[in-house]
């Protein structure tokens, strides 16, 4: 199936018609567990926890969607990360880029530090910023690009040769991006995580996470991680992603038409301080991002001044949705201060640019010029 185009890919793999009625639809196997024939005779699947046909499927459509070997599937995308933290050791000391999503964030500093791991936020748009505090103990690089909320674009060839060379676990959340617009596993990363509640499902109606890693130790690890603790996505939720990965190609194409649309009205609106989108030509990483990047993607932020004006703005739109989350067919527009990022505390939120005048547009795919006229009506007020 790897020699195929992405698209196809999306629609077929893992995914082959099922043998006992030909369905061409994967079923929603809902069963917690599963009849042996005999004493350690089985058809592949035992329980549930452990594995489920609808999830294979899906594990596999989206590893190679990723172009990777091995695929894993969790209940949320902030579980997804918390295994991938459960391949360090207490002691261990992770590098992670400065604008990662405030639940990253969140992880780090309020979960796994109180069991002895150590970290350094950094601008990992300037890789030295990664040598400079890297230590004897450091063990994983873990970046984000674009970042959230301010699309900051991180070279992924240059991260990987870093790791490499410092024999870093590597890691990239790829959620903004999709596998559609970048592969990181081609660059050499280990890891690849994605919140699939976003763009991969791209329907707003489930909750999961992902892993994607081509090396069988950390796919064994994260294997046994699923079955001892069992953060897995249910079945259902299994297959809904899988009925919008099937999408996920024309969604994408469409998502970065309207928002490079929206991105360029935003730059003429006075009332707009700072637009941050890169597809735009001053955005700082913007010929990187035309290297690395199939498209820009659907995520822009812009900057309002005040939080009297991002609040008014935001109790003023109509079309667009005011709500958490991102990635889905309609627009969805967010304050990260106060949602995504609130658990930052405010000066690093300030150090980074997540300022209290900020908001955030995941561009839906309704038509642009209803998209626009709805923030222009709210602009004006």
Same mark, same amino acid.
């Given at each position: 199936?790897?020699?195929?185009?992405?698209?196809?890919?999306?629609?077929?793999?893992?995914? %082959?018609?099922?043998?006992?009625?030909?369905?061409?639809?994967?079923?929603?196997?809902?069963?917690?567990?599963?009849?042996?024939?005999?004493?350690?005779?089985?058809?592949?699947?035992?329980?549930?926890?452990?594995?489920?046909?609808?999830?294979?499927?899906?594990?596999?459509?989206?590893?190679?969607? *990723?172009?990777?070997?091995?695929? /894993?599937?969790? #209940?949320?995308?902030?579980?997804?990360?918390?295994?991938?933290?459960?391949?360090?050791? %207490?002691?261990?000391?992770?590098? /992670? !880029?400065?604008?990662?999503?405030? =639940?990253?964030?969140?992880?780090?500093?309020?979960?796994?530090?109180?069991?002895?791991?150590?970290?350094?936020?950094?601008?990992?748009?300037?890789?030295?910023?990664?040598?400079?505090?890297?230590? %004897?103990?450091?063990?994983?690089?873990?970046?984000?690009?674009?970042?959230?909320?301010?699309?900051?674009?991180?070279?992924?060839? #240059?991260?990987?040769?870093?790791?490499?060379?410092?024999?870093?676990?590597?890691?990239?959340?790829?959620?903004?991006?999709?596998?559609?617009?970048?592969?990181? @596993?081609?660059?050499?990363?280990?890891?690849?995580?994605?919140?699939?509640?976003?763009? &991969?499902?791209?329907?707003?109606?489930? /909750?999961?996470?992902?892993?994607?890693?081509?090396?069988?130790?950390?796919?064994?690890?994260?294997?046994?991680?699923?079955?001892?603790?069992?953060? @897995?996505? !249910?079945?259902?939720?299994?297959?809904?992603?899988?009925? =919008?990965?099937?999408?996920?190609?024309?969604?994408?194409?469409?998502?970065?038409?309207?928002?490079?649309?929206?991105?360029?009205? &935003?730059?003429?609106?006075?009332?707009?301080?700072?637009?941050?989108?890169?597809?735009?030509?001053?955005?700082?990483?913007?010929?990187?991002?035309?290297?690395?990047?199939?498209?820009?993607?659907?995520?822009?932020?812009? *900057?309002?001044?005040?939080?009297?004006?991002? =609040?008014?703005? &935001?109790?003023?739109?109509? /079309?667009?949705?005011?709500?958490?989350?991102?990635?889905?067919?309609?627009?969805?527009?967010?304050? %990260?201060?106060?949602?995504?990022?609130?658990? @930052?505390?405010?000066?690093?939120?300030?150090?980074?640019?997540?300022?209290?005048?900020?908001?955030?547009? !995941?561009?839906?795919?309704?038509?642009? *010029?209803?998209?626009?006229?709805?923030?222009?009506?709210? &602009?004006?007020?």
């Amino acid at each position: 199936m790897n020699k195929h185009g992405f698209s196809t890919k999306a629609i077929h793999a893992g995914q %082959p018609a099922e043998p006992v009625t030909g369905a061409i639809m994967t079923p929603v196997f809902l069963t917690s567990t599963y009849v042996q024939e005999e004493l350690g005779k089985h058809k592949g699947y035992e329980y549930s926890r452990v594995s489920n046909p609808t999830r294979t499927a899906l594990e596999q459509n989206i590893a190679a969607l *990723e172009n990777g070997k091995h695929g /894993l599937a969790f #209940g949320s995308g902030t579980v997804a990360v918390d295994a991938i933290m459960h391949l360090l050791k %207490p002691g261990d000391h992770v590098i /992670l !880029s400065w604008n990662v999503y405030g =639940g990253t964030y969140r992880i780090a500093k309020m979960v796994w530090e109180d069991f002895g791991l150590q970290f350094d936020f950094v601008d990992t748009t300037n890789l030295q910023n990664v040598e400079r505090v890297l230590r %004897p103990n450091t063990k994983m690089l873990f970046i984000e690009t674009p970042t959230n909320p301010t699309m900051e674009i991180t070279d992924l060839a #240059g991260a990987a040769q870093i790791a490499k060379k410092f024999n870093l676990i590597s890691v990239v959340d790829n959620t903004f991006a999709t596998p559609y617009l970048q592969q990181p @596993i081609d660059y050499g990363f280990d890891l690849v995580v994605h919140s699939l509640t976003k763009y &991969l499902n791209g329907h707003s109606d489930m /909750l999961g996470g992902f892993i994607v890693t081509n090396n069988d130790a950390y796919n064994e690890k994260l294997r046994f991680l699923q079955k001892a603790v069992g953060g @897995i996505l !249910s079945p259902f939720d299994a297959w809904l992603c899988l009925r =919008g990965t099937k999408t996920l190609a024309v969604r994408m194409k469409q998502h970065c038409e309207s928002a490079m649309q929206v991105a360029q009205w &935003l730059k003429t609106q006075k009332k707009v301080h700072k637009v941050y989108y890169p597809g735009l030509v001053d955005h700082p990483q913007h010929e990187l991002a035309k290297k690395q990047m199939r498209g820009f993607g659907g995520m822009i932020s812009f *900057e309002l001044g005040s939080i009297d004006t991002a =609040g008014t703005f &935001l109790k003023k739109v109509r /079309l667009c949705a005011l709500a958490e989350s991102l990635g889905g067919v309609e627009t969805i527009i967010t304050h %990260p201060a106060t949602m995504t990022h609130a658990a @930052i505390p405010a000066e690093q939120r300030a150090r980074i640019g997540v300022t209290d005048g900020l908001v955030r547009i !995941s561009v839906g795919i309704e038509d642009v *010029e209803d998209i626009i006229a709805d923030m222009d009506s709210a &602009l004006n007020h």
